[in-house]
């Protein structure tokens, strides 16, 4: 990487700072070209997917992306207290220039990394990551005076469960419960050949963000397809198969709580051989990836791609999460382990799929309960609201911070109260950006995210 | 019952809904909680115990059968608790160590074996509400997990208030929810107390999230949105008065960590400004850590919403998990007085979970009543049932329950359980909106290995099979095998032990003539593991009604 500022550097951080809202006129002239050059390259064959990591308990992302402008900087530092990062040891990012001692706009926007994601920081300096600043569940865009009012807002904010929800759920408050994944993939149906499996596979089970009206996820385990002993390979078998098909048969037609699970095990028979015969028949990938639990989900979300002509889809979701994020204690302690596994996987997955030949098609993205408070608690910090996601992939409009990064002076204009940021994108957005990517007509984008035409615009352009 | 008696009757209780509906909607009380006291047939005594105990055995149903259910309801409260902690500590690992071996094989031991079965039951159901996890560093410590689920089955017939606070001052759910170690606010240093603990002891052990009627429905503004129970500002007030408690025994505030020890008081580090807790209580100034702690706990304790979020959760665990509003209701009025002014007398609450006329009657009170058999419960009924042995030495070593379960106690991956009260499955079950918790551990991975966990059970481990492992608990077939000359006895026998005589007419025929091409050798068993492993793995026998 250079190690003077370029024009790319300088083009890069002024199309973040066009997402902000001090954003000098002068520089959206530039922007329009910045952004052309970037654009995303021709899919290999008509493929794409889209996976998402979900990270249980609510990640603290204002410890992922630090500001590293000195002034803005300072003033993360101020609100953070004992659990700000030093200006130090975070990654740069945007360049390995020192830090300017003043504040965009005056100077390009400059962010650091937590020191223990390098690979994402590599990922991020090749293009093929990008930051999206303070994005949080919505149903329409609220003011400070408007949290403080109690209008507008989702309901029962700062609950882990509501707010997991929230993210998954196709809109903020809506009823029945169903996810944009999952609407998306009622939408995009006919994209696949094969009728009988789901668009969406989950590696980490149940999931509200891949259930549709029609769409239920298929779930895998890390090792695959788990089959059913017993019940295949002689006759006694086959014959003991037959009457447990009867009999799942008989329960299909019984009450609904029977019917269901009549339901799931026949989907888990009938998919099982399917499936298993195209993982077993799919290339091998050497990439190799982490063992741990991030890794090997991955690693079989990989697995289930290279597999993807066999299984007849040509548009695939993939569900994958991580938990032990809800750090109200030891933050500065256990936060760089969980971080160092999420950026070696990330890494290793984009490789893979470099390796598969599909470095176009296939974008990750983050989700979380919610962003943590910017105070301290003593050790750690509480739930939240606004936070700071990334999405991976060669399709990615990488290099970029996008969104509008909050202003974290304490009890500021962003502050819902003691940190706590008031997001300026809303899920929906995030959400109909990497739709759009992914193949949603404007009109798909309006069915899955009933509030988007409530916000200012309707994507953010990074992917 | 067969599918024909379970469609009449739904079509018997929609006759009585529909009166009820053109009869102005009765509170159901008039309808009483316990229908009139006789004799369990054996059928009855076995759907009692399947609700009640670690699953039906035929040495259980034989001593119930005949006596009224009020009757065993009243023995079981009356059993001594058996303590993990003892157990735990006569298990230790060869390096001397109490570890999660320890832990989890002395739960085994106890839920398959204790006579005070309906006690351990209740302690099992409220560690999946008042959970802490050793997916945590509290698996530093599995002895200090062992007794803090011996604060639940010692509490499990007690009073609520005393649960809560013996569960508030452990030291597993003080580091869990990180209330150990909570100081009082620093404003020059710019820290918070941590709302961590006074956020889900609100939201999960005390009130739930919206403020609840008596009958379990949310309580509405007049735009028709439930109200919340409380806001941001209760929680952070609750996290104030809830500071000031650490390490117990002889530790000092941070140091060293005790694991055994309930916390104790720091008043150095309290938070003594006033504040208003939810419902605007008021805890004054000036108070010690300890006095506010009263006081914080007594609000919850009083609070409406206890009877109803409490109370139907232990209805769904153990019973139903579409109880309808007149049931909560009933539970939570025993919840709010036992009879005797006592409020949250969780031995009250028990019988009348149990006692109710919705759950003696079933689908005949219900059309919607049913609960899914979660993992554990499965595995625990067949070994009941099943007249399971110890391998030599005594040791009930299972320890495939996370990876083939996918459950274990005290291992949740966080403090929203394995699964959620309020999950509603796709489908079906969804255009009903009708809860099963339980299905959301249920997917096409998850019933494979579930089968395969059976066929372990069934085909590998039993006694006299020279090829299962000598540290397997094995099932001995020398009981269930006596039926099998006769097919169906041999079916209506785990029709009896398994279903409570409900397996459909046509499930029956099924299996009989699957069975059928078996001999009955070997003492019956071939026959005896090909109808088991049909009923064990069905939707049927999942269900339990």
């Known amino acids: 990487m250079a190690s003077s500022w370029t024009r790319r550097d300088f083009l890069r951080c002024s199309t973040a700072t066009a997402m902000g809202l001090s954003t000098p006129r002068s520089l959206l002239g530039l922007l329009g070209g910045g952004l052309a050059a970037g654009g995303a390259q021709a899919a290999s064959g008509d493929y794409k997917a889209l996976v998402g990591l979900f990270f249980m308990g609510g990640n603290d992302g204002f410890n992922v992306l630090v500001p590293r402008d000195t002034l803005r900087y300072a003033t993360y530092a101020a609100t953070r207290t004992n659990l700000a990062l030093s200006q130090s040891s975070i990654l740069p990012l945007m360049s390995d220039l020192p830090p300017v001692p003043a504040a965009p706009p005056l100077v390009p926007y400059d962010y650091g990394l937590h020191p223990a994601m390098p690979e994402l920081k590599s990922m991020f300096r090749a293009g093929r990551a990008a930051f999206v600043a303070n994005v949080g569940p919505l149903v329409q865009p609220v003011t400070k005076a408007d949290v403080q009012a109690k209008r507008y807002l989702p309901a029962q904010l700062y609950s882990h469960s509501d707010q997991q929800e929230q993210w998954m759920a196709y809109a903020a408050n809506a009823s029945p419960r169903l996810g944009w994944g999952g609407r998306a993939a009622d939408l995009m149906a006919s994209a696949n050949s094969n009728p009988r499996l789901s668009m969406n596979i989950s590696i980490a089970g149940k999931n509200l963000f891949q259930l549709g009206s029609s769409t239920v996820p298929y779930t895998l385990s890390t090792s695959g397809v788990t089959k059913f002993q017993l019940m295949s390979g002689n006759a006694a078998a086959n014959r003991r198969m037959s009457t447990f098909r009867s009999l799942l048969t008989q329960a299909s037609a019984d009450q609904a709580f029977e019917a269901y699970a009549g339901n799931m095990t026949t989907r888990s028979i009938d998919l099982g051989l399917e499936v298993d015969a195209a993982l077993t028949a799919a290339p091998t990938i050497t990439t190799v990836f982490p063992t741990d639990a991030l890794g090997s989900q991955l690693a079989m979300v990989a697995r289930t791609i290279a597999a993807r002509e066999k299984l007849g889809m040509s548009r695939q979701v993939f569900y994958v999460s991580m938990g032990g994020f809800d750090l109200h204690d030891s933050l500065l302690e256990e936060h760089p382990a969980l971080l160092a596994s999420i950026s070696k996987g990330l890494a290793a997955f984009d490789a893979a799929m470099t390796e598969l030949g599909l470095s176009q098609s296939v974008t990750t993205f983050t989700a979380s309960d919610f962003g943590r408070t910017l105070t301290s608690n003593g050790d750690g910090t509480d739930h939240a609201w606004g936070n700071v996601h990334w999405v991976t992939g060669g399709a990615v409009k990488g290099g970029q911070v996008y969104g509008s990064f909050p202003n974290q002076t304490y009890n500021g204009p962003d502050d819902a109260g003691t940190g706590r940021m008031i997001p300026t994108t809303s899920v929906d957005q995030y959400g109909a950006t990497l739709l759009r990517w992914f193949g949603a007509s404007e009109s798909d984008l309006d069915t899955i995210f009933p509030n988007l035409n409530r916000f200012a615009s309707r994507g953010l352009g990074f992917v | 019952m067969g599918n024909l008696s379970k469609a009449a009757a739904s079509a018997w209780c929609l006759v009585a809904v529909l009166i009820a509906a053109c009869g102005g909607g009765s509170s159901g009380d008039e309808d009483g909680g316990d229908p009139s006291p006789s004799p369990l047939s054996e059928a009855q005594a076995a759907r009692l115990l399947a609700q009640g105990t670690f699953g039906p055995t035929r040495a259980g149903i034989d001593a119930a059968t005949g006596r009224t259910a009020e009757d065993w309801v009243q023995a079981q409260l009356q059993l001594a608790p058996t303590s993990h902690a003892a157990r735990c500590r006569q298990l230790p690992s060869d390096a001397g160590a109490i570890d999660r071996n320890s832990r989890t094989d002395a739960w085994w031991q106890i839920s398959l074996t204790a006579p005070d079965q309906l006690r351990q039951r209740v302690a099992f159901a409220l560690s999946q509400i008042m959970v802490v996890s050793d997916q945590s560093d509290l698996g530093n410590s599995q002895e200090g997990l062992c007794q803090y689920y011996d604060i639940l089955v010692r509490n499990a017939f007690g009073n609520y208030r005393t649960l809560l606070q013996d569960v508030t001052l452990s030291p597993q759910m003080g580091r869990y929810l990180s209330m150990q170690g909570n100081s009082k606010p620093d404003e020059a240093a710019g820290r918070r107390a941590d709302e961590n603990f006074a956020r889900e002891v609100m939201q999960l052990f005390s009130l739930g999230l919206v403020q609840l009627n008596n009958d379990g ?329």
Do not use: C
């Open chain 2, 217 to 545: 429905s949310a309580k509405r503004d007049s735009s028709g949105e439930p109200l919340p129970a409380y806001t941001q500002t209760d929680t952070e007030n609750l996290a104030r008065t809830l500071t000031g408690w650490s390490w117990g025994g002889s530790s000092g505030y941070s140091s060293p960590v005790n694991w055994l020890d309930p916390m104790k008081a720091f008043d150095a580090q309290h938070d003594t400004t006033a504040k208003t807790l939810v419902g605007n209580v008021a805890v004054p100034a000036g108070g010690s850590a300890t006095a506010d702690l009263a006081i914080a706990l007594d609000t919850l304790y009083r609070h409406a919403n206890v009877g109803p979020f409490i109370g139907k959760q232990l209805i769904q665990k153990l019973v139903t998990s579409n109880p309808s509003p007149a049931y909560i209701a009933r539970v939570a009025s025993a919840f709010n007085d036992d009879g005797r002014g006592v409020r949250g007398n969780l031995g009250a609450v028990v019988s009348a979970v149990l006692l109710d006329r919705e759950a003696r009657l079933g689908l005949e009170a219900n059309a919607n009543f049913g609960k899914v058999r979660e993992p554990l419960l499965r595995q625990t009924h067949l070994w009941r049932a099943l007249d399971a042995v110890p391998p030599a030495g005594g040791r009930y070593s299972y320890r495939g329950a996370q990876s083939e379960l996918g459950q274990l106690p005290l291992a949740s991956p966080s403090v929203f359980n394995f699964f959620s009260p309020g999950y509603v499955p796709e489908g079906e079950l969804s255009a009903a909106n009708l809860v099963t918790p339980e299905y959301q551990l249920t997917n096409e991975s998850s019933v494979a290995r579930a089968a395969n966990r059976i066929f372990v059970s069934l085909y590998v481990d039993y006694v006299g099979n020279s090829s299962s492992a000598a540290s397997s608990i094995k099932i001995d077939y020398s009981r269930i095998g006596a039926y099998a000359g006769s097919i169906d006895a041999l079916i209506d026998e785990l029709d009896t032990v398994f279903m409570s005589r409900q397996m459909p007419v046509e499930m029956h025929q099924l299996i009989a003539t699957h069975v059928a091409n078996y001999s009955a050798d070997n003492g019956g068993r071939a026959r005896a593991q090909e109808a088991l492993y049909l009923i064990l793995t069905s939707p049927q026998y999942m269900v339990q009604q």
